[in-house]
């Protein structure tokens, strides 16, 4: 079935009566954020805004006019004001005399500080002049995939007077720069009544006026191109059609969540990778496409595209007719290998004498025919960006194929474009990567306070965390809050009962899925019971022994199978409890089962160091605010044990610790991430108290 949407126009949403409450550079924050909130029009961090505002110099107090345009890195659906750079238009002006030839245009990059109007911190992108020298007050350039399907078709130049007319221009492929800038600039002049360009394999630029009426040409531009394209289309088989029949959804979602941990594994010796899976419409109809391997084989056009996704993608060795994944995994280790052979040759070939060194030779985009496309990068939103990308480059694939011949971007182009020296100053310039970036953790009972805090403090250091809890209200809250605080691309949540086998592999599945593998285990399930020997039921005991010790078996169990498909080590740590070591009267279900689950973390310890799986346990003791098994019958039974009223039981404990200090979730959590981060790598088979100071729980 196409995916075709031929009747998926663009709709105006611009209001009028909120635009007149707003200032110029609000307008174009608006004008922006609006083009930005939809993928048809550009993608993730991709394209760029401008105005030319008259404002007063804050030394002279004259007008003087000022470029606004969006500063490097920013997206323009999300971005703020403070993601516009502003820059003097006169100073911009006076750059052209100092320019000396498109050999060095790159030096120009250096000047724009110099331009900066007001101290504004933003650094400026390399599409400032670009913007600068269109001599109107409003310039768009975005990157709408059925725009740069005539981009980069073999004969966009006809096919946009086709469409346009002397509406809009055409400019042949230039890497974006100072050059580009000035063709455009001077397009302007020689063509005074055209209201935008199109840039070879790139994209779109608009301009206008006022915000509203730039924002109006440039749906309009986008319109008349979807239209004209499913004009010639309609009812054409993409692709050159079907080659393949895709699998099921459950399917193909077993599919990858077998693959994912082993490319994983085979990709992320270097620095530990995220995944990222997507079987939507458009890239089923593609993956499972006649024509994909030849199409795929061209690579991306516009460089916004190549640069997320590699110069081209590898198509994994799969036969949906079949349904084989542990024969596609043996041909894993080979494919890859090619592909990095293939990315080396591609590198000296192109290379500069100043040149960055390679880079990771492995590939971004994977595509399983009858399966979807499974993406890696550094961390999952990038991962997913990836994917957005590389979805974006089907849509122009597809239109582009069918009105005429899709022409990827030259290798060498490619190239200069991916080892740009200014790309390279970018991206030496990021932040060095917090401590568990890219890693991948599973924490059970992770909807409870020392859960919660746990998967908080893993988050913070820049993990993916999966939440796992049989309380499904207070996982969906937890989860919520998490979100909220760090975005909805490193939370996930799987509603599990840890005694239940076959909830706890569907969770471990999901995580693969999800994210590529697992790096981390927080086993943190729990319940807590008190009774008397003579009282204790059979039902008491087990129940304890189900969830505390079978439970975290079952857990183990399913991470140890993804650290040995993925053999890159791991790190699993038990949140026991000081009745681990310490005998308590009146609780023996609970203290026999906490103790099985120390000798289980040695047992595991001795198991999986051979493979760089650690396992460690952390014991806290009292930790009564946040935890859910104080909020039950457990406050009131520990209470009458020692004697006490319920509110005087955390004076107690205070008052029974050698620190006098209370036991917090956040404690617990910092021991944990102690025991799965870096700085504690040679460390395993270790029980860490966490309990103010308990005499009997001392380890001996």
């Not at 082993?262 to 270097?270: A, D, M, P, V």
């Not at 597809?398 to 100053?425: M, N």
């Not at 319940?527 to 008397?532: K, L, V």
Request: hydrophobic share 40%.
């Amino acid at each position: 079935m196409s995916t075709r949407q031929s009747s998926a126009l663009l709709q105006n949403l611009w209001d009028k009566d909120y635009a007149a409450t707003l200032d110029e550079p609000g307008r174009l924050l608006y004008r922006s954020n609006l083009l930005g909130s939809d993928k048809r029009i550009t993608n993730y961090g991709g394209g760029n805004t401008s105005a030319k505002v008259t404002t007063p110099d804050p030394l002279s107090g004259e007008d003087v006019q000022v470029l606004w345009v969006k500063g490097s890195g920013g997206d323009v659906g999300t971005m703020k004001l403070d993601g516009f750079a502003t820059l003097y238009q006169s100073k911009l002006d006076g750059l052209r005399a100092l320019y000396r030839g498109e050999a060095f245009e790159d030096e120009m990059v250096g000047y724009l500080p110099h331009c900066t109007f007001n101290l504004n911190p933003r650094a400026s992108s390399i599409d400032t002049p670009l913007h600068a020298y269109v001599p109107r007050v409003h310039v768009d350039h975005m990157h709408p995939d059925a725009i740069i399907a005539i981009a980069a078709a073999a004969d966009g130049e006809a096919l946009t007077r086709e469409i346009f007319g002397e509406d809009i221009g055409w400019l042949p492929w230039k890497r974006p720069g100072y050059e580009l800038g000035l063709w455009l600039g001077k397009y302007c002049e020689e063509n005074p009544g055209a209201r935008g360009v199109i840039l070879g394999s790139h994209g779109l630029f608009t301009w206008a006026d006022t915000a509203e009426e730039c924002y109006a040409v440039t749906l309009e531009i986008i319109n008349q191109g979807i239209t004209w394209l499913a004009g010639k289309t309609q009812g054409n088989a993409a692709f050159g059609g079907p080659h393949h029949g895709a699998l099921s959804n459950e399917q193909r979602q077993q599919v990858a969540e077998k693959l994912m941990p082993e490319i994983r594994g085979l990709i992320s010796s270097g620095q530990y990778q995220t995944g990222h899976f997507d079987d939507s419409a458009t890239v089923l109809e593609f993956v499972c496409a006649q024509d994909m391997p030849a199409l795929a084989a061209l690579g991306t056009s516009c460089p916004d595209h190549f640069l997320r996704t590699k110069i081209r993608p590898l198509i994994i060795d799969f036969d949906p007719s079949g349904n084989d994944p542990a024969a596609t995994i043996q041909t894993l280790p080979a494919a890859l290998q090619q592909y990095r052979d293939d990315y080396a040759a591609y590198y000296e070939r192109c290379k500069h004498a100043d040149s960055p060194a390679m880079r990771d030779a492995n590939p971004v985009v994977y595509l399983v025919p009858g399966v979807g496309m499974i993406t890696f990068a550094k961390d999952k939103a990038t991962a997913r960006i990836s994917a957005e990308f590389y979805t974006n480059a089907i849509n122009v694939m597809r239109e582009s194929s069918a009105v005429s011949t899709y022409c990827g971007l030259p290798e060498q182009e490619a190239f200069d474009i991916e080892y740009w020296l200014l790309e390279e100053a970018k991206l030496q310039r990021m932040p060095a990567p917090k401590s568990l970036a890219g890693r991948v953790a599973l924490v059970t009972g992770g909807a409870g306070g020392i859960g919660s805090a746990t998967a908080e403090r893993l988050l913070a250091e820049g993990a993916c965390v999966v939440l796992a809890d049989i309380d499904e209200t207070l996982l969906s809250d937890t989860g919520r809050q998490l979100i909220d605080r760090y975005g909805s691309d490193v939370v996930r949540q799987v509603v599990m009962d840890v005694t239940d086998e076959s909830q706890v592999v569907a969770a471990f599945a999901t995580t693969a899925r999800e994210y590529g593998g697992l790096d981390i285990l927080v086993s943190n399930a729990g319940i807590a019971s008190s009774a008397p020997i003579e009282e204790t039921t059979l039902q008491l005991w087990n129940k304890n022994m189900d969830i505390l010790s079978t439970g975290y078996f079952l857990v183990s169990r399913e991470a140890f199978k993804l650290f040995r498909r993925q053999a890159l080590g791991g790190a699993v740590v038990f949140v026991a409890s000081k009745n681990a070591l310490a005998a308590s009267a009146g609780a023996s279900a609970y203290c026999t089962a906490k103790a099985a689950e120390v000798h289980l973390a040695r047992c595991l310890a001795l198991e999986g160091a051979g493979g760089g799986i650690r396992v460690n346990v952390v014991n806290p003791d009292a930790v009564l605010q946040g935890s859910k098994i104080w909020s039950g019958e457990w406050l009131q039974q520990r209470a009458e044990a020692y004697g006490k009223e319920t509110e005087e039981l955390q004076a107690h404990y205070l008052e029974r610790s050698l620190l006098k200090r209370a036991v917090l979730p956040e404690d617990i959590a910092e021991a944990t991430y102690f025991l799965v981060s870096d700085v504690s790598a040679k460390s395993t088979g270790n029980i860490f108290n966490v309990d103010a100071g308990n005499v009997q729980s001392f380890t001996r």
